[in-house]
């Protein structure tokens, strides 16, 4: 079966984001596909590379990283929503003139039609939030 | 499966308090784009996403509840409304933005797009839905 | 004397409610966001507000009533501040508790 | 059918009513993050969730529980689901929604 | 002004769905270093916080609960929790952690730092403080 | 009168850092002094020089930027906080091995114990957040 996901909450600020990594994780191990992650309203700060948690805590944007190399992920996180919180590639920075970019490998800024087209070519779309 | 799958956006949270709101219409609007049929949800404190006479310059912050009575352009004509949320908040309908859109089947009459419902149809309306989107 | 902040819509969540059951005699509760709903006449929780309001001051941020388009919606007795009166009812108490 | 996911706290949030007032007979709801407070024996609310569950499922998150220390203060006739299980309930119901 | 001031810490959120009441026990650690009068607050959801047999494994997220049990080495020795907040969820103070300090004026004897209040006296106790930081 | 402002949440997502402005400008124009302000949580966000909010809208962090130089603002950012998050400076970027930074003008990075010093030295303390 096809999921999508949809993640609203940035990382360790809110349960979010570790629940929907767990769901998609499981249902991987389940052998069921994931179309995309969708990265959405402060969703989208679980896409900076900059995060330098306690050593004794999880990583949540290397762990989303890591699970993407490993099952070929299609990480996308809004551009509307990463222009108004901070989140860049190197292209965006670049077009908003900005100096530097965080975006984490694995993730990939593109347009809302994604979320839809998810909602629309997968047999479940499930999201996470506050 | 079918090309065109029944979306239902529930909109459960107060505008300018927190973004869910205003994001949640962006959705809405890019989403018209792909021919899907979509339905909109008001309750709880969605209820008031859509209130009358909203003035945001003493926030500095953006008025975004002009763009509801645009959606009937966007072929989003369906907005349902929950009874028990106006009740609970003291509200009737007369405190709603209107939002209308031109039938094309009756000569582009200009019909209320809202659509009064209550707990048990909203059960039964949200069973009826291929994609759900919350916020 | 204290100030409390309210900032969530009492349909929403709790707070509200918390902050009216621990506010002592004679302290000021603001009404300030989504908490401004809470200023909202015939409401449900409206007859509670207005029976708080023996006990304690209630005041409610103008700017966020009007953005939600309930200035003229507003329980008889809550009085309207701006975010002047805002900094003034926090200079008048002497301590401020935010109900997030 | 549907499955609902409820993520919050019913003391704190109006997210478990709603979703109480809305789901249809039949329909399943799974108490996950904060919202397995829902499934705690003896609270306030536990008398409104055991009335539901003749109509609809109610299953909770057992990580969930297990973090907050309430696994075995769970009401009987609740189900306790793994991670694995909520992509099973997932599956099962032709939708899901958020009551977030 | 006093140096010494009188800080309330008012924990209202459950631990886990959201980080509030780890970073709230970040700033309690920090502060006890100031030589303040301390006290902390537990009341609503925020009891859970203080809730015996947490396991976090599951979640994959640390369990930091351990650490209240150690404030009272920090001379943080009064916990204040609310009963109308423990009724409400069907809790009794043995659903909750031991938490403890040793009373150097009473020959070091182990004493509990919980101390349970009703709504009526969490009022007077904020109107006490100088300074409340709410989470 | 002297005060201490604290923001526990990042720009758009919720209103509290609106808020937080608009009370820090009365107070200033009232004659009071703002000790300092204090991102905590999630608020640390907002002193990230990465955002590009849509034309039409405010732009949260700017305002802070300018309100600071301004009046000469203290405005801090937790750094626990700010790690966990992706906030970082360019020292702070070096020490954590990180590529690039992003904090915007008029913030500095410190520890909890400023928010404390905070709440001693000021007559109010006025929190802000969700």
């Known amino acids: 079966m096809k999921f999508t ?10 349960q979010s984001s570790d629940t929907a990594y767990q769901f998609t994780r499981a249902a991987l191990e389940a052998g069921h596909e994931i179309f995309r992650v969708f990265f959405y309203h402060d969703g989208v700060n679980n896409a900076t590379r900059l995060t330098t948690p306690p050593q004794d805590d999880r990583n949540v944007v290397t762990r989303w990283s890591e699970l993407a190399e490993k099952h070929n992920l299609d990480l996308v996180v809004c551009v509307a929503a990463a222009q108004r919180r901070g989140i860049a590639d190197a292209d965006e920075s670049k077009r908003n003139g900005k100096d530097a970019d965080n975006l984490a490998p694995g993730f990939r800024i593109s347009g809302l039609g994604q979320l839809i087209e998810g909602g629309i070519q997968s047999d479940r779309l499930v999201v996470f939030g506050d | ?23 949640s219409l962006e959705v809405v609007l890019i989403g018209a784009a792909f021919e899907q049929d979509v339905q909109l949800l008001f309750m709880d404190d969605g209820v008031f996403q859509i209130a009358k006479g909203q003035d945001t310059k003493g926030i500095e912050n953006k008025n975004f509840s002009p763009t509801y009575t645009a959606l009937g352009d966007y072929e989003i004509t369906k907005m349902y409304v929950s009874q028990e949320s106006l009740d609970e908040r003291g509200l009737t309908i007369d ?21 009064v419902v209550n707990n048990a149809e909203i059960a039964a309306l949200m069973e009826e839905q291929d994609v759900v989107l919350s916020f | 004397m204290m100030l409390h902040t309210v900032n969530k819509s009492p349909f929403e969540k709790n707070s509200l409610n918390s902050c009216l059951n621990c506010a002592a005699e004679g302290s000021t509760i603001l009404l300030i966001e989504d908490g401004v709903y809470g200023a909202l006449k015939g409401s449900s929780i409206a007859d509670k507000v207005q029976a708080a309001m023996g006990k304690v001051t209630v005041c409610a941020l103008g700017p966020d009533l009007a953005a939600r388009g309930i200035a003229d919606k507003v329980i008889d007795g809550i009085k309207v501040v701006d975010y002047a009166g805002f900094v003034a009812l926090s200079v008048e108490n002497d301590k401020v508790q935010a109900w997030l």
């Open chain 1, 5 to 14: 996901i949809q993640v609203n909450e940035g990382p360790y600020q809110h």
């Open chain 2, 1 to 23: 499966m079918s090309d065109t799958k029944k979306f239902l956006y529930v909109n459960r949270k107060a505008p300018y308090g927190t973004i869910y709101a205003l994001e």
């Open chain 2, 95 to 115: 405190d709603l933005m209107p939002l209308t859109y031109e039938d094309e089947d009756d000569d582009w009459a200009e019909k209320s797009s809202i659509i």
